[in-house]
């Protein structure tokens, strides 16, 4: 007869992926299981077959180069000048987690799981922005379509204003949900790269912004009339900040 | 050619260049052949590279792999949709197994061992490839594979027990 265990805990002891405390809830069924004792050798034995065989099969030096001759032809920009919705669309998912981290700052999560979190959180996001057909938006400079196509759809009013004259053309917009929440996202350009901001509600007062960067990336995030803004991008901080003024100012 | 363009293409060589062998080992177990897989990882890195400024940072092996199977994923679509379909059939297995000229091959375990893994499911062989093959952990593999972290559990779980079983039959089939 199978043991419950087997199904799930037992994979994930074996693979060293469970907490302390799993692990120790699994070693203390282990005591008394001698179906999960023996199924975690035969696991061991496969695993060293597996080992064994070496089954790994590398890369070819004629695939190598196969790989290496055309970076040198392709031109990236053709890809970026390409006006391709989905393409904005993708940068701005692939940022998401930036946003993510500051709605985990705003909720004042900041336990000892918090690196853990984040670091799951991250990989969610990055699992979405890297989904092809994920990304529904709408790539549109006009202020109008773009504010009517998120309204409905982010359950909030999304000020949406193109700062063309400014520097920061309007690219789109789009709607993404971050533990169950709507946020709408807006998607400028600068100088060629692209920035994101974040939307959306919150009840907490107005706040100065608050600056950071993440890896490469820079973030301003703000709050005014009961909406959180975080704008993200690579581009400097001052064109963030200067982006901060336009979005408030407007507001 | 101005500086940003180099600077792009040095960063896509540091972060992703080292990782063709991954691409190239998931691509061949995904197709179950060198040849189809060489081109299908071939285009998969072309594909990355040119939408390399969609990947800002993170886990480069993962953004590629995933890049590939999504590749491998289409490929087979266009050129065998049955096996997209195909569902791990023990009494299907031990037929192919039994067979001289497979009972010949399976002689070593390496070769019994490959052909355990290619009867099992795309779905199944890619968790297979990713942690045993890979070393993935299982964020990377739910990252790689666009399923729940939960579920990365029990998938492997059943792909294990495929596997076994696999190789249980190979096993039986080659008895005389």
């Known amino acids: ?251 | 050619m101005n500086d940003f363009d180099a600077e792009d293409r040095l960063r896509f060589e540091q972060l992703v260049l080292p990782h063709v062998d991954a691409a190239f080992n998931l691509a061949r177990w995904l197709l179950r052949s060198r040849a189809d897989a060489e081109d299908v990882a071939q285009e998969a890195l072309l594909r990355s590279y040119r939408f390399f400024r969609g990947f800002h940072g993170g886990d480069a092996r993962a953004w590629l792999l995933q890049i590939v199977r999504n590749t491998c994923y289409t490929w087979l679509e266009k050129n065998r949709p049955m096996e997209l379909n195909m569902e791990f059939d023990e009494e299907l297995h031990l037929q192919t197994c039994a067979t001289p000229e497979t009972l010949a091959i399976a002689g070593d375990d390496r070769k019994r061992l490959t052909m355990a893994f290619e009867t099992l499911p795309p779905r199944f062989r890619e968790i297979l490839v990713l942690r045993e093959l890979e070393g993935c952990s299982y964020k990377e593999i739910a990252a790689i594979t666009a399923i729940p972290i939960g579920t990365v559990m029990s998938s492997l779980s059943r792909a294990r027990r495929q596997l076994h079983s696999a190789l249980v039959n190979s096993l039986q089939g080659a008895r005389p």
């Open chain 1, 1 to 251: 007869m199978r043991c419950d265990f087997a199904h799930s805990l037992l994979q994930g002891y074996f693979d060293g992926e469970l907490s302390g405390r799993r692990a120790a809830e699994f070693e203390r069924h282990l005591r008394h299981c001698a179906h999960c004792a023996t199924e975690l050798v035969d696991l061991d034995l496969l695993r060293d077959r597996l080992q064994l065989a070496q089954l790994y099969e590398p890369a070819t030096a004629a695939l190598r180069r196969k790989i290496n001759a055309p970076l040198h032809a392709i031109a990236p920009t053709t890809a970026v000048l390409r006006p391709l919705v989905w393409h904005w669309l993708a940068a701005a998912a692939a940022l998401l987690f930036v946003a993510t981290l500051l709605w985990r700052v705003g909720h004042g999560l900041r336990g000892d799981d918090y690196q853990a979190e984040l670091a799951g959180e991250i990989v969610d996001a990055h699992v979405r922005s890297l989904q092809p057909g994920q990304m529904n938006g709408i790539s549109s400079n006009d202020e109008r379509v773009v504010a009517g196509w998120l309204e409905g759809r982010a359950r909030f009013a999304v000020p949406v204003r193109n700062f063309t004259n400014d520097g920061f053309a309007l690219q789109g917009g789009r709607v993404d949900v971050i533990e169950g929440h709507a946020v709408a996202v807006l998607v400028y350009e600068r100088n060629g790269r692209p920035i994101n901001v974040f939307i959306w509600p919150t009840r907490e007062r107005d706040s100065p912004p608050r600056t950071g960067s993440w890896q490469s990336f820079r973030w301003v995030d703000w709050r005014k009339g009961k909406k959180e803004f975080c704008a993200v991008s690579d581009v400097d901080l001052a064109d963030l900040e200067h982006l901060h003024q336009l979005i408030n100012s407007s507001a």
